[in-house]
């Protein structure tokens, strides 16, 4: 009898701590998705739907927090230094992961010792646009002008060593022009410039100014993808344009603090495939000039280092700096 009741006192002690085991289950409280731009734009509103389908798919509760700043930095800075447990996590992208390490003299990380990536999210095109009102409607039209008068045509873009910014330098080394540069600390205040006459030309993503475009306000010259975007299938690309090999995106990915636990990267990374293969997802992306781009943490994590040197010499050959 003692030992059939030790054997149930075992058997009960047993339970209690699978059950304990199971409560803390990972995730067991809310985690933070910092976004490291301001509300209301293209990453913010693609972060916003990746948790929302991740907390309704999975049961868990995402708190969302926009530290914008620094081009990016200040928030994924923050997100490197937390704690590797899985309840911070960034949505990084090209300028911040692969094109500021060559950009900022003292960047506070290093995107690939001091990160965990757990997935791409997106990409998007950039988009050349001008005011309907502008004499421009091809990219041989603003070569011809350029020639004519060099330095007399302005490109604006949401500031220096942006994708965007660096896009400029390369169609101005390709089409051996020089436009004058007008960096902005944002996208809004380029957009509203744009159309109120103040600017020439604005360069952003196909998220940022679509709703411009769509509603007549704006006109797309061309993208800067290899294949036209298919929220786009009007307008041609650079290469198409005359720019051979031409090819300058804006990725979006996932990531978290260095160390964390595999089998919490696969846990993300599953949910955050399952995330982007539903339809409201695609539909949501869609609308906003992106397109859904999943991968493994591994393939993310490879293209974080192979864009690093690439977008790096960019920035080297174009000599933008920022201390």
Same mark, same amino acid.
């Given at each position: ?7 149930i006192?075992?058997?009960a ?8 085991t199971?409560?803390l289950?990972?995730?067991d ?7 490291p731009?301001p509300p ?14 991740m907390?309704?798919?999975n ?12 081009g990016?930095n200040l ?5 490197a ?12 992208q ?5 094109i500021?390490?060559?950009?900022y ?8 010792k001091?990160?965990t *990536?757990?997935?791409m =999210? ?5 988009? %050349? &646009?001008? /005011?309907?009102?502008? $004499? ?6 603003v070569?011809?002008?350029?020639k004519?008068k ?8 949401s ?5 965007a910014h660096l ?5 101005q080394k ?6 004058t540069h007008?960096p ?16 020439d030309?604005?360069m ?8 411009h475009?769509?509603?007549?306000a704006?006109r ?5 993808s290899?294949?036209?975007s ?6 041609p ?18 990531a978290g603090?260095?160390?964390? *636990?595999a089998d919490? =990267?696969a846990?993300?990374?599953?949910? %955050? &495939?399952? /995330?982007?293969?539903? $339809? ?7 609308a ?21 040197i690439?977008?790096g ?6 000599g933008a700096h920022?201390?």
């Amino acid at each position: 009898m003692r030992f059939l009741r030790h054997a149930i006192a075992a058997l009960a002690l047993g339970a209690c701590a699978l059950h304990a085991t199971a409560a803390l289950a990972y995730p067991d409280k809310p985690i933070r998705l910092i976004v490291p731009f301001p509300p209301g734009g293209g990453t913010d509103a693609l972060a916003r739907q990746v948790a929302s389908e991740m907390g309704r798919m999975n049961g868990w509760n995402f708190v969302i927090e926009n530290r914008p700043g620094a081009g990016g930095n200040l928030g994924v800075d923050q997100a490197a230094k937390s704690a590797p447990d899985g309840y911070t996590l960034v949505i990084g992208q090209t300028s911040n992961l692969a094109i500021n390490p060559t950009l900022y003299s003292k960047l506070p990380y290093d995107p690939e010792k001091d990160l965990t *990536p757990i997935g791409m =999210v997106a990409e998007a095109p950039l988009v %050349l &646009v001008v /005011a309907t009102k502008s $004499p421009y409607r091809t990219l041989a039209d603003v070569v011809a002008a350029s020639k004519s008068k060099p330095g007399s045509i302005d490109v604006a873009t949401s500031g220096n060593g942006t994708v965007a910014h660096l896009a400029t330098e390369m169609f101005q080394k390709a089409a051996g022009i020089k436009l004058t540069h007008i960096p902005y600390k944002g996208a809004a205040q380029g957009a509203t410039d744009l159309i109120g006459g103040q600017i020439d030309m604005y360069m952003s993503s196909v998220p940022t100014l679509i709703g411009h475009i769509r509603s007549g306000a704006m006109r797309a010259l061309a993208v800067t993808s290899a294949r036209r975007s298919d929220d786009l299938p009007d307008v041609p690309t650079f290469a198409e344009s005359g720019f051979k090999d031409f090819d300058a995106v804006t990725w979006f990915g996932l990531a978290g603090p260095a160390g964390l *636990p595999a089998d919490v =990267v696969a846990t993300l990374n599953k949910a %955050l &495939v399952q /995330a982007l293969d539903a $339809p409201s997802t695609r539909k949501l992306f869609q609308a906003q000039g992106a397109a859904v781009r999943s991968s493994t943490p591994g393939a993310f994590g490879k293209l974080i280092h192979d864009d690093r040197i690439r977008w790096g010499q960019i920035v080297k050959e174009s000599g933008a700096h920022i201390d």
